[in-house]
């Protein structure tokens, strides 16, 4: 093989088809399948650091080459703030790659976890790590964020620390939206009491007043449940109870935008039993069911985030413009 500067080994059969999805997703290509080589993991890594010293952006797309007007105007017009609950343990493994690559492109990111890193911005609520304390990381979470940044923008996105997001998309769902509706998005899951409620992991946002009314009410333990396991499912019990509606999140296709699992399981169908049981919409499997303005994936590590960051933000085939599309529900 020929060597330019760095070396190039060729990808395995999984990420092929982690190359797939994400050129269908970002890109509109035809299901003409390539084969495809990319840069090792450290040299990848290097190739983020120099991009990222290159530009001050943390709006737009990442690319030096690429008009990318549509997506700074959703910048400025659809400001989201992303907050990434984490924990001691996951600092190197997770946060630094998250906040070198989608992280950048919030209007603003907080890092919460139990113990403050300044380093790494992290900032720390008074709460136990475990599963058994989810509950209160995530209504502290959205404590926080109402107390210190609730004029920071239009919309709060809660993420796990191994949650990739594809932000120009994410503004593109919420540009028809109004941010003073009591109303949020996410991975619709079934009521397993009253309400339905949005998957933790594949990232939930909420509008303004939906936070409003949280940071209000949301710490009456006679409206919402302050402690035990399933944050996700104890945050969707507190926002129905506010009043608050969790919207449908599919394209007009009926294709998913926010998911639970990295994209290779979502394209070859490796999908828990449980997930056909508590999706919403049905949830369906392969590249054909994934909208192409795909949102986010879940349990995305290490990195598996830079790769998905040269896929999106930099691979290009040649020849090939990316036209926009609509594709909201109206």
């Known amino acids: 093989m020929n060597s330019i500067g760095c070396r190039l ?14 050129y269908v997703a970002a890109f509109l290509l035809t299901s003409k399948t390539r084969v495809m080589t990319l840069v090792g993991n450290e040299d ?8 990222e010293s290159r530009s001050n952006d943390t709006g737009g797309s990442s690319t030096m080459y690429d008009d990318d007007a549509v997506a700074r105007e959703l910048a400025e017009r659809v400001r989201v703030l992303c907050w990434v609950m984490t924990m001691p343990l996951t600092v190197q493994s ?10 950048r492109r919030c209007n603003k990111l907080v890092i919460i976890s139990s113990v403050a ?15 058994n304390h989810l509950t209160e990381k995530t209504l502290g979470g959205f404590h926080y964020v109402y107390k210190h940044h609730f004029d920071d923008a239009d919309w709060f996105l809660k993420t796990d620390d191994d949650t990739y997001v594809i932000m120009e998309n994410l503004r593109y769902l919420l540009s028809e939206e109004d941010t003073n509706e009591p109303i949020y998005f996410g991975h619709h899951f079934k009521a397993i009491n009253k309400y339905d409620y949005s ?24 409206v919402c449940r302050q402690t035990g396991t399933y944050g996700d499912e104890a945050f969707g019990e ?81 020849g090939i413009n990316h036209r926009l599309r609509d594709l909201n529900q109206h």
């Open 9 to 22: 080994v060729f990808i395995s059969a999984n990420t092929v088809v982690v190359v797939v999805v994400m």
């Open 44 to 51: 990848q890594s290097k190739f983020v650091q120099i991009r």
């Open 94 to 103: 997770r946060v630094k790659y998250l906040k070198r690559t989608w992280g």
């Open 117 to 131: 890193n300044e380093e790494y911005g992290i900032v720390a609520i008074n709460v136990s790590e475990g599963r």
């Open 199 to 222: 998957s933790g992991g594949s990232g939930f946002v909420v509008s303004k007043e939906a936070l409003r009314r949280f940071g209000r009410a949301g710490n009456d333990s006679k």
């Open 238 to 318: 507190c926002m129905g109870s506010l009043g608050v509606q969790l919207k449908n999140s599919t394209d007009k296709f009926g294709k998913s935008r926010f998911h639970c699992f990295p994209p290779y399981n979502h394209v070859a169908g490796a999908l828990p039993s449980w997930l056909f049981r508590y999706d919403k919409n049905g949830i369906k499997q392969g590249v054909d069911s994934l909208s192409d303005y795909v949102i986010s994936f879940h349990y995305v590590h290490k990195q598996n985030m830079d790769t998905l960051e040269y896929l999106l933000y930099h691979a290009r085939p040649y």
